[in-house]
């Protein structure tokens, strides 16, 4: 998948945690995500956005959340959708988790990137690179 495309997909992707859902807007919002808590958005699915099997990718989930939890983080399921509901990815949102320990866990099971937030901004980081995109969170209806 071209860097543009990937850069396009992850951006109008709708994040599902705990009963709120959200975009990335390049607008600042009034919006509040988990009372300003840190938090990373991440998945085991799909490493380097290669399709994996269901099975290959349920196996990769799991030992994701035996990594989150090994590392004493309060963790809660994800769902990261495409607009249309065409694509979806299951993941965790793992709260209180600072910047370079996601990025390790986005490394480690091999994604194109995470999401990372604190308070009113979340941004995009680029696992290979480290670098961060800024954005706002933009709730949508659930």
């Avoid at 309060?74 to 299951?90: H, I, K, Q, V």
Wanted: proline residues 4%; neutral net charge.
């Amino acid at each position: 998948m071209r860097a543009e495309t990937l850069a396009q997909a992850y951006q109008t992707a709708i994040y599902r945690v705990a009963g709120v859902a959200f975009t990335l807007s390049e607008r600042p919002t009034q919006e509040v995500l988990f009372a300003g808590q840190r938090f990373a958005i991440i998945t085991a699915y799909n490493p380097q956005s290669k399709l994996l099997s269901k099975e290959e990718n349920l196996r990769r989930h799991r030992q994701l959340e035996r990594e989150i939890q090994t590392l004493g983080l309060a963790y809660t399921p994800s769902l990261s959708t495409s607009p249309e509901g065409t694509w979806a990815e299951e993941g965790f949102a793992v709260f209180a988790i600072g910047l370079e320990e996601a990025l390790a866990l986005g490394r480690k099971f091999e994604q194109q990137a995470v999401v990372w937030g604190e308070g009113r901004r979340v941004f995009l980081v680029w696992c290979e690179a480290g670098k961060l995109e800024g954005f706002y969170p933009q709730k949508v209806p659930e």
